[in-house]
């Protein structure tokens, strides 16, 4: 049986990353394998493709050529790890896909919906999310969380945009969120981590009913 394939999107900060372990650390509790991986990279290519994306160096040739840099990394990330996992039966947990091009080079960056649809046709195919949690807090809030985890470290190309570019990214995903409601559960993310992490624990229970997935015996090293 196919795994389940379920991804985390929103804005900086929103806290994407921790959600995403937390879900893994639940699921591995009950006795499912779990695939916990992150867009741009989750495979040794699209890593190389992150850091050229991240590090700006990819910016002065504009937003269409980053969404096909984009499309690259998300197609050996597929190949490699993706969708090996769900044949496996794995379960994949995704901590950004295709809706962070749709939403950042599509919406913020103004590609042509086509290409950007056509991207994903070609490279996402029939891999699509069962379930896409969009999480939701204040754009103040989400720049504060990334940069006090950030610390000392330069902020990336993206986190370096206007808070008005920031504001629209929110908006962009809660209008996301309300035209594909089937398959996008929006959270509002702005209460403490395992609050948030009970009401998507709640949607994959109603939704995925973990308990009835077939168990996995992980390898584990000697
Ligand atoms: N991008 C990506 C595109 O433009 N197009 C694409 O197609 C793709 C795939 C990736 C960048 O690439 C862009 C989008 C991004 O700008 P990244 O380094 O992977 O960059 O970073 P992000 O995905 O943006 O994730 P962040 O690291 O900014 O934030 P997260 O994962 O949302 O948040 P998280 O969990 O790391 O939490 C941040 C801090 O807040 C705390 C955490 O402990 C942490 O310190 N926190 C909370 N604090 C209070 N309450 C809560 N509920 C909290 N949850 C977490």
């Given at each position: 049986m196919r795994g389940r394939f379920i991804t985390f999107e929103g804005g900086e900060g929103t806290g994407k990353s921790t959600q995403a372990a937390l879900l893994a650390e639940r699921l591995r509790e009950l006795g499912i394998a779990v695939e916990l991986t992150r867009e741009p990279g989750g495979s040794t290519g699209a890593e190389v493709i992150r850091h050229v994306l991240l590090s700006g160096?990819?910016?002065?040739?504009?937003a269409e050529a980053e969404a096909m840099l984009f499309a690259a990394a998300r197609e050996d990330h597929l190949e490699c790890t993706i969708r090996p996992a769900l044949e496996r039966g794995q379960w994949v947990i995704s901590d950004r896909f295709a809706d962070s091009t749709r939403v950042?080079?599509?919406?913020?960056?103004?590609?042509?919906p086509r290409i950007i649809g056509a991207l994903e046709r070609l490279v996402v195919g029939p891999t699509r999310p069962d379930i896409t949690f969009i999480l939701d807090v204040p754009v103040k809030s989400g720049l504060a969380r990334a940069g006090a985890r950030r610390g000392k470290r330069a902020a990336d190309r993206f986190e370096l945009e206007t808070p008005e570019f920031h504001q629209k990214l929110r908006e962009a995903y809660l209008h996301l969120a309300a035209s594909e409601p089937d398959r996008c559960v929006l959270i509002?993310?702005?209460?403490e981590p395992a609050i948030v992490a009970e009401q998507v624990w709640s949607v994959v229970t109603q939704r995925l009913?973990?308990?009835m997935a077939p168990l996995i015996i992980e390898d584990v090293a000697p």
């Open positions: 160096a990819a910016k002065p040739l504009g950042y080079q599509g919406v913020l960056g103004a590609v042509d509002d993310a702005r209460a009913d973990p308990a």
